[in-house]
Each structure stands twice: as structure tokens, then as C-alpha cells.
């Protein structure tokens, strides 16, 4: 039998980011401790959810394209490359037996052209941003780049 990694404990953890409340309904609220920011996540339309709000799945995947893109703004910054106004979209999909997230698919858009190492180096550094570093490996990650013409 498998151990699980889940330890609980009674005392809080000085270094604690976020506190997560449920609050019924299918909904939860996080709360940022040092910023004081909120996200609230709601369950998806196909898991009984009112899909009103990111569900914890696409904060994962979310959190994937915001890593790469806040990891090649730090190379660019670098460079001296600036790349504001650069997006990703991104697509996440699920599987079932049992639910999970199978793939992420992060299309990142740079708003200038970039020539071929440029682009080559910034994927290359997407791809050792820590969250994409920390999904687990049976979870594709397809990162695609794209520079204007």
C-alpha cells in the first residue's frame, strides 16, 4: 500500500501563502495572505459545478502559463528584451478513470517578432519555469511559441 505525502498537523505554518476557505455550493475562496488578493474557484459544469469561476484544474494549468511567462519576462529582462503585452492561452485537458488534468497545451504570444534562437531560448526557459518543473511527468505540457511576422 501506498503512503500517502498528505501529513496532517494541528500547528499552522509560519510560512503559511494562502488560507482557502469552502463555502459551500461547490465554491471556495483563497485569499493571498501577504497581498490580501482573492481567487475564488468554482467546480466545473461537468463535475456538478456552476462553473462561475476558475476550477482548481485551471488554476493548475493557469498557474503553468502565468510560471513561463513570469520566467521569460526574467530572461528578457536579461537580455534587455521587453516583452510586455506577451499572452499565453492555454488549454487544459482532462481524462477520466480517474479524473485528472492529462494534458496542458501553453501557446505563448509574443507581440514582436523574434528571430529564431530568441524564440529557441525563451522556450527552452519556459520549459524549466518551477510550476512546469513540478507538474508530474504523466502530465504533457505542449508549449508552442509565436512572434509576429
Not at 2 to 23: A, C, D, F, G, H
Request: glycine share 4%; proline share 4%.
Amino acid at each position: 500500500m501506498e503512503r500517502s505525502r498528505l501529513k496532517i498537523t494541528t500547528k499552522e505554518n509560519p510560512m503559511t501563502t494562502s488560507k482557502v476557505t469552502y463555502q459551500g455550493d461547490l465554491r471556495t475562496t483563497a485569499i493571498h495572505l501577504q497581498s490580501n488578493n482573492e481567487i475564488i474557484t468554482d467546480a466545473p459544469t461537468d463535475n456538478h459545478g456552476k462553473g462561475e469561476a476558475f476550477s482548481p484544474t485551471d488554476l493548475l494549468a493557469t498557474s503553468l502559463a502565468s510560471c513561463m511567462l513570469t520566467i521569460i519576462g526574467i530572461k528578457a529582462r536579461d537580455m534587455e528584451i521587453d516583452i510586455a503585452g506577451t499572452s499565453a492561452e492555454m488549454t487544459k485537458v482532462m481524462t477520466a478513470d480517474p479524473r485528472r488534468v492529462s494534458e496542458i497545451h501553453v501557446a505563448i504570444s509574443f507581440n514582436q517578432q523574434l528571430d529564431e534562437k530568441t524564440q529557441k531560448i525563451f522556450y527552452n526557459t519556459a520549459l524549466t519555469c518551477p510550476v512546469a518543473k513540478s507538474i508530474h511527468p504523466d502530465i504533457t505540457q505542449k508549449v508552442t511559441i509565436h512572434s509576429k511576422n
